[in-house]
């Protein structure tokens, strides 16, 4: 049963426009987020057995999805169709894409293979913004500085060093594609860039949008990659396995199509994963903020492959999702709303947290007023109150203005943000960890390169907001650009799945079934079945194969 303080309770307290003083609180951040958050805990790690990183500390639930068997055998692919090409890029958002743009006018040929169609992905959801040192206030010193502490100083420096650089260009590069952003004067003139300060940053760094940033980013990208010659996209044609050549290195990968139920062989030069984070496999029972593919496909068939992964017990949990009502459990509240000044309340009408210290921090002390009865609950569903009525109160208009998917969220739970607080609880939010790369986005597989959520090294055990909008296209314009210096290079001989064959004599000597297969592609409750959709159960005959464009 949920303990906390009644709904109606809570809201009687609640006084808006009262804006409480915040509780003093002698707590440190370790022990705070080593009694709460979900990364820790006696149950919050298990040693992978098998594969580069055996012995490492894994979260169960990835672990189990890591060390899979695969979905398909060589029989299941007789008959399929071939296919060659410079550069294939497995994954649609804005990783995918900055990629494909960079290698694309590199000179290479380019395929870009995604399980939804072009932009469906948590690229599109991202609404607070975007990081970039531009003020006079700022510089690249400071973010980087700002990165590396709020990652605990796990991540990487040459690598933040080489994204906080990347960033001006980055901004000037968008607005070059078309891309809006919010100016301080609104006059047809226009003005200076407006600047916000986020969680954990020590100056106003993010640009932005309104606050649907991500979906007017990804807007611009899908429009230039499909004017991009050299571009092929393939809507609906997830990967289920890589292709290895004969020295264990990556020769392209074995796609889906959902449409002709098919799969093709796809033989590449350079391979870039850009599949996004694992969201969708609802990791420690939480619910989530990320898009319906978000299943770990990149991460899965990465490390089958024998590329290194890091972090790989490290999450973030956004604290501002919808607690309530529970059919929106998860959607994202954006972390805008806390920079523009809206605070957190308790059931006891206390403000318990500095709402501007990093993701890791805030979504703890909620975690912690919940567990010890000082949350709100509403019909079963725990959380705290989101304070945006006394926001609106200070700022007259703002919710129209500058928040509008926030009135758009607020209109699906059924509530006058203006009137009523929402009830949030962190939701499953971003994947820390994930493939080991160099500079170049370049794994320690020969041919596979990695960008986006996928990969490891940026953020170390917690992102700043507006730095994963910021690493998509620093990463991704980067790897496109090094994956593409390859399409000169003679293509590997020998294409195939040897390396499945290889893994499963490791899962039988490691005492693990071979029964559970992944990459999962789709949530438990899409109740897809890659098998059964392709004939390739015994009692079914093989499709023919089809066109896959």
């Known amino acids: 049963m949920t303990v906390g303080i009644p709904y109606e309770t809570a809201r009687r307290r609640y006084q808006p426009g009262s804006s409480p003083a915040l509780r003093s609180d002698d707590t440190s951040v370790a022990a705070l987020l080593k009694a709460y958050h979900p990364d820790h805990g006696a149950n919050a790690r298990v040693a992978l057995q098998v594969g580069v990183n055996r012995g490492d500390p894994c979260q169960p639930d990835l672990a189990r999805h890591l060390q899979a068997n695969a979905l398909i055998d060589d029989v299941d692919l007789a008959g399929a169709q071939l296919v060659s090409t410079d550069v294939l890029i497995i994954g649609g958002g804005g990783a995918g894409c900055a990629a494909a743009l960079s290698a694309a006018q590199q000179g290479a040929r380019v395929i870009v293979a995604g399980k939804l169609r072009l932009g469906d992905s948590n690229t599109v959801m991202a609404e607070g913004g975007i990081q970039a040192a531009i003020g006079d206030d700022d510089s690249p010193q400071l973010h980087f500085e700002d990165t590396l502490r709020a990652g605990h100083f796990c991540a990487d420096p040459e690598l933040v060093a080489q994204m906080v650089m990347d960033g001006p260009d980055v901004i000037r590069w968008l607005i070059q594609l078309g891309m809006a952003f919010d100016v301080e004067d609104e006059r047809p003139a226009g003005g200076n860039l407006l600047r916000k300060k986020p969680g954990g940053a020590s100056a106003a760094r993010i640009l932005s949008y309104r606050d649907y940033t991500g979906l007017e980013m990804m807007r611009v990208l899908r429009e230039a990659v499909y004017l991009e010659p050299g571009i092929d996209v393939w809507n609906r044609c997830p990967a289920v396995e890589l292709l290895s050549d004969e020295r264990g290195g990556c020769a392209g990968a074995v796609i889906y199509n959902l449409e ?8 590449a030069r350079s391979v870039i994963l850009a599949t996004g984070g694992a969201g969708r496999l609802h990791l420690n029972a939480f619910p989530t903020s990320n898009h319906y593919g978000a299943t770990a496909d990149g991460l899965v068939l990465a490390y089958r492959l024998g590329a290194r992964l890091r972090e790989l017990d490290s999450f973030q949990y956004h604290p501002t999702g919808i607690a309530w009502p529970p059919r929106l459990a998860g959607g994202l509240i954006s972390e805008a709303a806390r920079s523009a000044g809206a605070t957190l309340i308790n059931g006891e009408g206390e403000r318990f947290v500095d709402e501007l210290q990093p993701r890791d921090v805030v979504a703890s002390a909620i975690l912690r007023e919940c567990a010890q009865g000082r949350g709100i609950v509403r019909d079963g569903q725990a959380g705290v109150f989101l304070d945006t009525p006394t926001l609106e109160l200070a700022n007259p208009g703002i919710l129209a203005q500058r928040l ?65 909008l910021l690493d998509i296209l620093s990463m991704g314009r980067r790897a496109g650009r090094s994956a593409a210096e390859a399409k000169g290079r003679v293509m590997a001989s020998r294409a195939s799945i040897g390396h499945v064959h290889a893994w499963q004599r490791e899962l039988t000597l490691a005492g693990l079934s071979p029964e559970f297969k992944a990459p999962q592609l789709f949530p438990d409750y899409a109740h897809f079945d890659l098998r059964a959709a392709a004939g390739l159960h015994p009692d079914a005959p093989p499709q023919a194969p089809g066109d896959t464009r």
């Open 404 to 468: 509008v998917t926030l009135r758009h969220l607020a209109h699906k739970c059924g509530i006058d943000p203006a009137r009523e607080p929402f009830l949030v609880y962190p939701t499953l939010h971003y994947q820390n960890g994930g493939v080991a790369i160099d500079t170049h986005g370049a794994t320690n597989v020969p041919g596979l390169y990695c960008a986006g959520e996928l990969t490891g090294g940026i953020h170390g055990r917690n992102r700043l907001m507006g730095n994963a």
């Open 260 to 267: 002709w139920r098919t799969f093709v062989l796809v033989r």
